[in-house]
T-cell receptor, first 117, second 110 residues
Framework: GAVVSQHPSRVICKSGTSVKIECRSLDFQATTMFWYRQFPKKSLMLMATSNEGSKATYEQGVEKDKFLINHASLTLSTLTVTSAHPEDSSFYIC?????????????FGPGTRLTVL | GDSVTQMEGPVTLSEEAFLTINCTYTATGYPSLFWYVQYPGEGLQLLLKATKADDKGSNKGFEATYRKETTSFHLEKGSVQVSDSAVYFCALSNNNDMRFGAGTRLTVKP
């Protein structure tokens, strides 16, 4: 089946630094990818929709200048958390629809645990 | 905008008990509906889906029927096992947009 990878799986950084998280579709092309944030014991929150070749679409309340998304190719989307602070500590997950249409089944990456000290 | 409302947890059941996790949605048009599951220490994975009204998705003994008249997609299983302990997310996809429910943590005790 379709596989989505994320790198790194875990990152610890100092407050004020930037962290880049990669999301790759390994055996299919994805013109659209989604980025989520999962809070402990709470919901999976959609942050933004990453579109290959165009700007990402951010959900209300998500700072686009803080969470930079670049969909550089049909198999890679990156999320950069700029000037990270402890409140940005969370579990970040990406997903991609294998058919290329968001309407279809999503395949999820394993997630990236970000800890900001 | 579109939204998903999911039964709050946590839910604790004994093995072989009947499970229902309620999910209702608000959406324009004709969304696809999904249940995703996250087992402890693992990533999210698709459990089942339905793409049009009256479709029934099923997998691993779980079932959910797309009910347009009640805008619902309740998850059911007749006899749960300890290995079903996980967090279950109801979701919809509509017009290149995804929405998730809050997630329901299920714990099944032997």
């Amino acid at each position: 089946g379709a596989v989505v990878s994320q790198h790194p799986s875990r990152v610890i950084c100092k407050s004020g630094t930037s962290v880049k998280i990669e999301c790759r579709s390994l055996d299919f092309q994805a013109t659209t990818m989604f980025w989520y944030r999962q809070f402990p014991k709470k919901s999976l929150m959609l942050m933004a929709t990453s579109n290959e070749g165009s700007k990402a679409t951010y959900e209300q309340g998500v700072e686009k200048d803080k969470f930079l998304i670049n969909h550089a190719s049909l198999t890679l989307s990156t999320l950069t958390v700029t000037s990270a602070h402890p409140e940005d500590s969370s579990f970040y997950i990406c997903s991609a629809p294998s058919s290329g249409r968001a309407h279809d089944t999503q395949y999820f990456g394993p997630g990236t645990r970000l800890t900001v000290l | 905008g579109d939204s998903v409302t999911q039964m709050e947890g946590p839910v604790t059941l004994s093995e072989e008990a009947f499970l229902t996790i309620n999910c209702t949605y608000t959406a324009t048009g004709y969304p696809s509906l999904f249940w995703y599951v996250q087992y402890p220490g693992e990533g999210l994975q698709l459990l089942l889906k339905a793409t049009k009204a009256d479709d029934k998705g099923s997998n691993k003994g779980f079932e959910a029927t797309y009910r347009k008249e009640t805008t619902s997609f309740h998850l059911e299983k007749g006899s749960v096992q300890v290995s079903d302990s996980a967090v279950y997310f109801c979701a919809l996809s509509n017009n290149n947009d995804m929405r998730f429910g809050a997630g329901t943590r299920l714990t099944v005790k032997p």
